[in-house]
Structures are given as C-alpha cells and as structure tokens.
C-alpha cells in the first residue's frame, strides 16, 4: 500500500493486557470470573443494577489507574506521523488510547461515559456509579455505565463500515475474533481490497481470514510493526 493509504486498526483487551488491565477470555480472565448474563447485559441491569455498576466500577477505578504502553504510544506515533488518514476503532472500554496522544472510536463506549437509560443524556462517569444516581439533565433514577452491552448495537458502526470500505491496509491488534460485529471487520476490508495483518499474542478465532501476522506480546511487536510501516526507529 503506498503511503497515503488510510489503515484502520481494530484493537481488542490484548493491547491494553501489559498495561494490567485484564482480558476476558485469556486464562483467569474476566469472564472466568463474572458471567456475562449477571453482569454485562440490559437484563442484568434491570435486575440488578447495583451488580453491575460494582462491576464496571471496579473496572473504572483500576482503568483509572492504569498507564498506556508501549503498544498505545507506538500507535499514537502512527496516527501522527502517517501521512494518510489512520483510524483506530477500540472494543476497548478503557483511555489508553486517548491517554497516549490517539483518538479511537469507541464502538463498546467508555468506562468514563456515563449515560441516561430514561434521557440519554450523556456525562463524565464518577469513579463509583449507583444505582440510586440520578440523571442530572432529567434526574431520573436510571443512570448507567455507557458501555454497550451484549445484546445492544455497537456505535459508530456505519462509520465504521464507510473507513473499512476505503482503507488499504486493515489490522486487528490484541483481539480473540470472537465477538461480531468486530470480528467481521476483517472480512469488510478484504472485500475492499485490503491487506490485512493480525498482531496477537496467540491465534485467534479469525486468524485465519489476514494475510500476514505478526505474533507477540504487543509491547513488542506493535512498536515494531510501526517502525516497519513508517521507516523511522
Ligand atoms: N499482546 C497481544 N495480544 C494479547 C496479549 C498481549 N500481551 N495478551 C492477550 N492477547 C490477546 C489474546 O491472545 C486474545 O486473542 O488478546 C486477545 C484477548 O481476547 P478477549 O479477551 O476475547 O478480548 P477481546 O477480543 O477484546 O474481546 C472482544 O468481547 O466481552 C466482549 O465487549 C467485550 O470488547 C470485548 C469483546
């Protein structure tokens, strides 16, 4: 691809794993450790909304806490330094991304959004969210972590779908392939005629589908990958 392409970068919980922030289906991962069904559905929230803001509380202080790493800071550099358009679509809820200097679509949203289930009012999350907070725009008792749930549409995706239409080189970065629409993502870009590569720590569901990998932990080989694509060290 010359270098005005545009690339589109999927990243998933493996770049932001070195950063201590754990996966969900790597060994002890967060859905070893909490079912989906009691804590990351609209159902679980309606049955039990203290539940599940103690889960993405937890998440949102360590989140907090957390420092991008070298993965995030290499591609920031890309997003910089690129001379086409680089546009990095996250299923990650956590800001290392935007803590590192880069912009993301957060198709999942954020753990520092918080939303109005009754308004949709949108505001920055407090570290601890109950379910007795009330909306400040409609004071409705019914705030939640704006995080999209299993069973809601992700956001951004016709966007999404118009960069992956255009772009020239597509990458997956730290993610199982496990979870549409993300997962199809591979797909759309090679029908526009993309080169595809996966960065990963291990294979994944969709490996298969790219042309070229690049296996490693992401501190490592993510770093280098934009080194290779930029020609600078
Ligand atoms: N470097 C690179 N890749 C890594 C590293 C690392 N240090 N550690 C783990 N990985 C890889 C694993 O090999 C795996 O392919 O990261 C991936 C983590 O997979 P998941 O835990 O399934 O995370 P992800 O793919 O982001 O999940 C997608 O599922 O539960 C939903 O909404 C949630 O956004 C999440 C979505």
Known sequence: MDQSGKIVILTGAGLSAESGLGTFRDEGGLWAQHRIEDVATP???Q???DL????YNARRVQ????SPNAAHHALARLQRDWPGE?????????????????EAIHMHGALA???CAACDHRWTAPPEMTGGDLCPACA??????????FGEIPYRMEEIIGHLGQCGLFAAIGTSGQVYPAAGFVEEARLA???????NLARSDVSGAFDDHLTGPATEIVPAWVARLTGAP
């Open 86 to 102: 680089v546009v990095i679509v996250t299923q990650n809820v956590d800001g290392l991304h935007e803590a590192a200097g880069a």
């Open 47 to 49: 049955r039990n909304p």
């Open 63 to 66: 989140a907090a806490a957390a």
């Open 113 to 115: 959004g918080a939303l």
């Open 140 to 149: 409705a008792p019914q705030t939640r972590p704006d995080i999209v749930w």
């Open 193 to 199: 005629g993309a080169r595809t590569i996966e960065l």
């Open 52 to 55: 599940v803001h103690a889960f």
């Open 43 to 45: 159902e679980a929230f």
